[in-house]
Structures are given as structure tokens and as C-alpha cells.
């Protein structure tokens, strides 16, 4: 692993302080009362309070910003440009996806170059979009796509999946049509989508030996809702097949609970561009 | 420890730590077609040090073997020298397999040697490349990759002039006089990694010892000390010993590789007995 | 991954072949390969194994090191998964050719073994906060014809069952410093517990069906397919898509029905055959890559 030289990254082993807290007294507290409520009083299927806008880069092609609850994401992209490195000719184009949180977007301090989360994250978001993107419009080029989470609340590589697919059609890259993600976690046999940072931390850590179910992790589902596709499905914890099944559902109908959100902020922003040229050519008269 | 060592030298009637005499080599094993994607592949393995050869092509340039040769009209050959992270005797582990300053050079190294042998004139705009992967090492390790690499080329059918047979012969220890008269005073080959790590100079020679009796030509010499010197007086001992070790290696290899062709060959060819 | 060229015609092919639950190398969709399956065959490491599956060829060599654990998990040792692949496989891997194929399999593998349902990392632990010990899986590919996958984890999961970790007879703090004695003897070893590793299972999609353990051909006929770790009892510790194809949540659930009941017989027939190769004790022979 190259250690960046030019910026001061600070000394070379630091812990942060958190770990000293007694963490686990508030945790095992949250953990017992999970299963019966959530901590800001959703329902398990219940979305958090979304809000979407285009057009936020002035210097990017295509731009988008998406809040949902604390989590907040901007998404750039980038025109085409011809693929680097490259000796041959490949029939199809590529996406390049960069995810990056912040170094003030966690709780604990992130570096300038991606770890391996960011770079994993990164993949994950290149899979979502790439099924959505029309590759074979743009032979032999290369689109970038830029996620930056502002502020960690939970969710951020779903809300990142969303913001880039805004992004992308802002940026007129043609494609088969949005790309909605929701992040779901169960924690013994219940499962919980749109997950908050606190409720991520629950899910990813296995319950105890003693409770009865075993069964904990994270589900990050993408989806193409006008085509009832799945773009992406990724999972890390451990459980059985029966938890799997109603979860895919629930996410799968959650997704297409989204796109409508999604729509409605890509017609704003075509009216707005379709104003603009009405002034325009009032003024030019 | 260096008494101790000279002591045991002695007590073991000039046998060397494993048991062998000075001229002696370690156990060769060979098996060719290894691999069934690659054009030709080797594995070989003496005593322990044990390496895997790929060759694949020729076939038309690409990568940056093909920039760096762009106005090259006559045949390149492109090596990888690299050592799985696993490789180690001791229970240290590599960091990384290639890239290294070490790596780099003795790519460089393997492709002089490959040079030497590949008649390149026969292939003109086209590229072979020679992948060497270390999977164990046990002293001699760069000497016994141009030997599986020779054996690989061989298997790829790619028309070589001789043989190109590394031997690695060490003084063990170069700087006590008393041991003149000793079998070990000219040096032992097939160095093992202990004695490679002793206080005397280790001498990798890669010999053509089939083209010409006295072997110098397209001669790759590789000389490596534990921060020793070697006097002058003592080379020309100590080279003979390395190049008497390559025709001993040569004699081996050859002899397996021609058995390796009764065995795999088509029965059109059996029947015909080339071999003797 | 080697790219292999195949027109139109031939992918019709295989297909067709898929569909009619005969594959062009006379398999049924959920049938794999034969096997080779070497463990021990490398002295210098504490563990190590080698498969052939087809034409994929993966060696796997572990060392166990003494290391300091993370600061926010002190009870827990560390496993670490490194993937080479070797230039010997396709010269699209000279150099940093084969890197991301490296880091695709890393991640996929950490994936699937970070669950403590897969592996106790508590039992790596020497001395909390202080000393642990340190697992490093090497995984060397040197050839691949279909499936690396499947491959890697199964060599993975051999090479860790064969794994011997030095005894620690003493481990005690002198004057705030870790001081640890290891036993004298080298054949008194602790062995990891194998029972619950995961293996990979990958799902092709292949037309409207899924087959396993896919040839390179196949391979290339399909667009996307379905990574997932299952343990043996059939929890699934990781669920990974690869390819850019999308799916249908009805064909994402029908190949984890499949995934789940391969996985299950996978794990027990490794299981099997390992302890198989146990019983013929210390002295049997080892073929290595003279065979």
C-alpha cells in the first residue's frame, strides 16, 4: 500500500477515542429494544425522509445531490473520455466509479486515499450502474463518476447509487433507466430497511450465542424498478435462505416506491432547462 | 559458529551439511507440460528450491515490450521474474511477488540468457514471453529458473541452439587458508540456501555446455557475496567447478527431456526410436 | 480473466446446451468437475493445498505470524487473504495485469470469512490487547480454465484445515511486555477448527438457467452471475454479484435455492475427502506438481 507523501496524514498509528467509551452499555441497550421498535420510531419498512436535486456541480456534466436522513451524498459525472492505458478496442464503454467518504463524514477520520471499504464500495457502485448505463452508445470511452458522502448517516453506498444514476442522466449519458438502492439489515430474523449508521453497526455484528436466531446482516440491493431488474445484490453477515426471501421483496418494493422521487426531480430539472431557453430566446427577440 | 562449522566439516569427512560431496548436485526432478493452457511450462525442482516456467508465443507483440521494441524488427523476448510470497525456507514471508529491485534485475538477467539460446532470427515481429514463478526457494533459485525456463522452451517446440544450464558453485568460507588441499577449497555446487548465506562468495554461472568444450561462450555470470571479496587466485577453481556442474545438469535434463518425448509423443514418432 | 473469442454460433451453443440440461462437455447444470485436492505439499509454510479443477490450477500456501491485535478488537486474532495472480496463467497478467482480479477475489473471500459463524477469530488470540497471532493466506493462481472462485475457497478452506499453529506454552506479561514461549516440540501443533468454513459457490446465468462450476466458455456466454459463501449448515455469510447483467428478483431467489443445496453438498464432500486424505497419515506421498 503507497503511502501518500505529499499531505501530512498525521502520526502513524492513532486510535481513536471512542473505543474507550463503554460502548457496549448503550449498544446492548439498543440491541434489546431493536427488535421491537427502531430508535427514531420508523416502521422497519419505512423510508427515511428523502430529498433529491440535479445540477449541484457547476463543473461537472451532470450533477446530484441526495439527502436521506442525516446521510447526505454528492455524485458528479464526468463527459466521456477516452478509456486510459488502453491498446485495444473495446466494443463496449466503461464507467469509472469512485467512491469516497469525506474525511469529516464519519466518526472516525478518513484519509485522502480510499481504503479498501471505499474501494470495495466503489466496485459495488461501478456493478449497480453499469446494467443501467448503455455501454455500446459510447464504444472505447470512458465516463467517470465521482460519489463524495458529506455526511455519514447510514445507507451512504445505497444513496450513492441513487445520486450517480441521477447524475448520470443529467449528464445525458443514455440509458436503460434508473437505478433505485436500498439498504436493508436483519438482526435476528427481523429485518429493517433504510438503515441508520447506529442500527448499520447492530446488523453488522453477530447477536449473542445465547438468543435464540443467529441470523445478522447487511443487504445492499440496487435496482432497476422500470424493468423489475436487480442491478446489484450484495450481502455480508450470515443467514439462512428463509430471512433472504421476504427481505429481497421488501427492498424490491421499496425500490419502487423511490423512482417516482427520482422522476419528479429529472422533469423539474428539464422544465427549468426548457424555461431557461424560452428567456433566452425572448431576450435574443 | 564459523569454527563450529569447520569443525563439522571435518568430523563429517568433507561432506557438506546435507550429506553431499563438493561436485555434488542436488536431486533433479523434472516434469514438463504442466500446464495445458500455456504453449510450453516446466517445473523443476532441485532439492528444495522448486519453480514453475510458462512460456507463451511467439506471437505478436503487445504490452510494453511491444513499445519498448517498437523499431525492433527481429524477435523479442519478454521476461517475469517473480517469487510466490510463500517461497521463503524460514518463517518469514514475502511481501510482495515482483517488482522489486531483485526481481527486476533477474528478469533482465533471465532474458540475456534467453537471448543467447532462442535462435530469434527465425522469428522475426513476434514475441515470446518467458513467466518464471518461484514457489520455493532453497539457494540456487535463479540458476534453476533459467535451467526450468530452457526446459519450458523446449516444450513450447521453440528452436533453441544448446542448452542454457545455470550452476551456482560457493566458497564457503573464502577467507580461511588452511583448507587448500580440502575437496571443498575450489568450491561446492548447487549452493543451498545455508551455504550461500556463508561468509564466502557464491559464484552463479549460466553455460552454454553443449556448444563447445572449454563453454565460454554466451557465458552469464552472476557473482554474489555475503560482503566478501574473492581473491583473483581462486576464480578460475571456482568457475571450473561451476561449469563442471552445469554438464552435469545438462547431462540430467537432457536425458529427461528425451524421455519426456518417448513417453508423450506421437506413436507415429516411437516407432521410429531417435532415441537411443 | 483470459478472454476467450467465441462467435455468435458457439455461444448459441452452449446455450442450447444449458437448456436442454446437457453441457457441452457432457455435465448437467449442477454437476462439477472433477477435482484434484493436495494438501501439505509445501514444507516451508505452516499450511498449504493444491487444486486442480478442469484446467484451473490454485496453490495456497499459509504462514502464521505473532502480531499485535487492533486496537478495537484486542480479543481477536487477524486472518488475511492475499491473491497473486501468477503471469503462468495468461500473459494478461504480466505485471499489474492481474491485479484487480487479485483485489476481486481478496475482498470476496474476506467477505467470507468475516462472520464469527465461519471462523472464531477469539481463538487466534495469545494475549488480549498485547499479542495474536496473525493468519496469512497466500493464494497463488497459475492457471485458469472456469470457476476461480469456487477454487480459491476450496483450496483456501483445505489449506487452513491442514493449517498447524505452533503450541504457546507460556504467554505472560514481564514488566508490561508480551512475553511468549512456544513449545519445543514441533509436531505439538493446534489446528485450526475447520467444521464451519464457507465455501464459494458460483452461480452462471447462463440464458434463463443457472449452472455451476462454469468453463471459461461458459463463462464468457454469460453476463452476469451469482458469488455466495455458504457454511456448511447452508447460511449464506456472503452474497456477491459479479458481471454487468441485471437479474429478476424470482431468478435472484432460485439460485439461492440452488446456491444453498450445492453449498451444502460441496462443503461435506471437501470435508470428506480431507479427512480421507488425514487417515492416510503422515507418511503418504506428495505429488505436488510432479504428477
Avoid at chain 2, 156 to 182: M, R, V
Avoid at chain 2, 238 to 246: W, Y
Avoid at chain 3, 22 to 48: H, V
Wanted: glycine content about 8%; overall charge negative.
Amino acid at each position: 500500500m503507497p503511502v501518500d507523501q505529499r499531505r501530512i496524514n498525521g502520526p502513524e498509528v492513532t486510535i481513536p477515542y471512542n473505543i474507550y467509551f463503554d460502548s457496549n452499555a448503550k449498544q446492548t441497550e439498543t440491541r434489546k429494544t431493536l427488535p421491537k421498535k427502531r430508535t427514531d420510531g420508523r416502521d422497519s419498512t419505512e423510508l427515511r425522509k428523502i430529498f433529491v436535486k440535479t445540477g449541484i456541480v457547476s463543473q461537472a456534466k451532470g450533477s446530484a445531490y441526495i439527502e436521506m436522513g442525516k446521510t447526505k451524498v454528492v455524485c458528479s459525472v464526468f463527459d466521456p473520455r477516452e478509456i486510459p492505458n488502453k491498446t485495444g478496442y473495446s466494443l463496449q464503454g466503461e464507467l469509472f466509479c469512485e467512491f469516497k467518504f469525506s474525511p469529516f463524514s464519519c466518526l472516525k477520520r478518513k484519509i485522502h486515499q480510499q481504503d479498501s471499504e471505499e474501494k470495495e464500495y466503489s466496485i459495488i457502485l461501478q456493478r449497480a450502474l453499469e446494467s443501467a448505463v448503455c455501454r455500446h452508445e459510447f464504444p472505447n470511452f470512458q465516463v467517470d463518476v465521482y460519489a463524495l458522502v458529506l455526511d455519514n448517516g447510514g445507507s451512504s453506498l445505497a444513496a450513492a447509487i441513487m445520486a450517480s444514476s441521477l447524475a448520470l442522466s443529467d449528464a445525458s449519458v443514455p440509458m436503460f433507466g434508473l437505478v433505485t438502492a436500498v439498504t436493508a439489515g436483519i438482526y435476528q430474523d427481523r429485518f429493517y430497511l433504510d438503515l441508520t449508521e447506529e442500527e448499520e453497526v447492530i446488523c453488522s455484528k453477530a447477536p449473542d450465542e445465547s438468543t435464540s436466531s443467529r441470523n445478522y446482516g447487511i443487504v445492499i440491493q440496487a435496482n432497476l424498478p422500470q424493468h423489475g431488474q436487480i442491478s446489484e445484490f450484495f450481502h455480508v453477515g450470515s443467514m439462512d435462505l428463509a430471512n433472504m426471501k421476504p427481505t429481497v421483496e421488501a427492498i424490491t418494493t421499496a425500490c419502487k416506491e423511490l423512482c417516482p422521487v427520482m422522476q419528479q426531480c429529472l422533469v423539474k430539472s428539464v422544465l427549468k432547462a426548457l424555461k431557461r431557453k424560452e428567456n433566452m430566446e425572448k431576450e435574443d427577440q | 559458529m564459523l569454527e563450529g562449522d569447520q569443525d563439522q566439516e571435518e568430523d563429517q569427512g568433507g561432506l557438506r551439511n546435507d550429506g553431499r560431496r563438493a561436485a555434488e548436485l542436488r536431486k533433479i526432478r523434472v516434469r514438463m507440460g504442466v500446464f495445458g493452457q500455456a504453449d510450453g511450462s516446466a517445473y523443476l525442482e532441485q532439492g528444495n528450491t522448486k519453480i514453475l516456467v510458462a512460456v507463451y508465443g511467439p506471437h505478436q507483440p503487445r504490452g510494453s515490450a511491444a513499445r519498448a521494441g517498437g523499431k525492433n524488427v527481429g524477435g523479442i523476448i519478454n521476461c517475469q521474474y517473480s517469487t510466490a510470497v510463500f517461497s521463503f525456507s524460514a518463517g518469514e514471508r514475502k511481501r510482495r511477488p515482483r517488482g522489486d529491485r531483485k526481481s527486476i534485475e533477474k528478469s533482465l538477467q533471465l532474458r540475456r540468457a534467453m537471448e543467447s539460446i532462442i535462435q530469434l532470427d527465425l522469428y522475426p515481429r513476434s514475441q515470446i514471453d518467458v513467466f518464471v514463478e518461484v514457489l520455493q526457494i532453497d539457494g540456487s533459485e535463479y540458476c534453476v529458473a533459467v535451467n526450468a525456463a530452457t526446459l519450458a522452451l523446449i516444450d513450447a517446440g521453440i528452436p533453441i541452439k544448446d542448452y542454457a544450464i545455470g550452476c551456482t558453485a560457493s566458497l564457503i568460507d573464502s577467507t580461511s587458508k588452511n583448507d587448500e588441499d580440502s575437496s571443498h577449497a575450489a568450491g561446492v555446487v548447487d549452493a543451498t540456501y545455508m551455504e550461500e548465506c556463508s561468509p564466502g562468495a557464491t559464484l552463479s554461472i549460466i553455460a552454454l555446455p553443449g556448444s563447445s568444450n572449454d563453454a565460454t561462450k554466451g557465458l552469464v555470470v552472476v557473482a554474489q557475496g555475503a560482503g566478501q571479496r574473492l581473491h583473483l587466485s581462486r576464480l578460475e577453481a571456482l568457475r571450473n567447478r561451476a561449469l563442471c556442474g552445469c554438464r552435469d545438469i545438462r547431462n540430467i535434463l537432457d536425458r529427461a527431456v528425451r524421455q519426456h518425448l518417448t513417453v508423450h509423443s506421437q506413436p507415429s514418432f516411437s516407432t521410429l526410436h531417435v532415441i537411443d | 480473466m483470459a478472454d476467450i473469442p467465441l462467435s455468435l454460433a458457439e455461444k448459441t451453443f452452449i446455450l442450447h446446451g444449458v437448456d436442454a440440461n446437457f453441457r457441452n462437455d457432457g455435465r448437467i447444470r449442477n454437476e462439477y468437475r472433477a477435482m484434484e485436492l493436495e494438501t501439505k505439499l509445501m514444507p516451508q509454510t505452516n499450511g498449504s493445498a493444491r487444486i486442480r479443477l478442469g484446467n484451473t490450477d490454485v496453490l495456497v500456501g499459509v504462514k502464521v505470524e505473532v502480531d499485535t491485535p487492533f486496537p478495537d478488537n484486542p480479543f481477536e486474532g487477524k486472518l488475511e487473504f492475499f491473491v497473486d495472480c501468477s503471469a503462468n496463467a495468461t500473459p494478461a497478467f504480466e505485471g499489474k495485469g492481474g491485479d484487480s482480479l487479485a483485489t476481486e477475489i481478496s475482498n470476496t473471500l474476506a467477505l467470507a470469512y468475516q462472520s464469527p459463524h465461519a471462523i472464531n477469530l477469539k481463538t487466534l488470540s495469545i494475549l488480549p490487547h498485547q499479542q495474536c497471532w496473525k493468519i496469512y493466506v497466500d493464494i497463488l493462481i497459475l492457471q485458469c480454465g472456469g470457476n476461480l472462485f469456487d477454487a480459491v475457497s476450496i483450496a483456501v478452506k483445505a489449506a487452513l484445515y491442514s493449517t498447524e499453529i505452533p503450541k504457546v506454552t507460556a504467554a505472560t506479561l514481564d514488566g508490561g511486555k508480551p512475553d511468549i514461549q512456544l513449545s519445543d516440540d514441533p509436531y505439538d501443533c493446534i489446528k485450526l477448527d475447520a467444521k464451519n468454513f464457507p465455501v464459494l459457490v458460483t452461480l452462471c446465468k447462463i440464458g434463463d438457467n443457472c449452472v455451476v462450476d462454469p468453463s471459461s466458455e461458459e463463462e464468457t456466454c454469460s453476463s452476469a452471475s451469482i458469488v455466495l459463501s455458504t457454511l456448511p449448515d447452508g447460511r449464506f455469510t456472503s452474497v456477491v454479484k459479479m458481471g454487468h447483467g441485471s437479474l429478476q428478483p424470482t431468478t435472484l431467489i432460485k439460485t439461492l435455492e440452488i446456491g444453498k443445496l450445492v453449498g451444502i453438498k460441496l462443503n461435506a464432500s471437501v470435508m470428506e475427502s480431507l479427512k480421507k486424505e488425514d487417515a492416510l497419515g503422515t507418511n503418504r506421498p506428495i505429488f505436488g506438481f510432479l504428477r
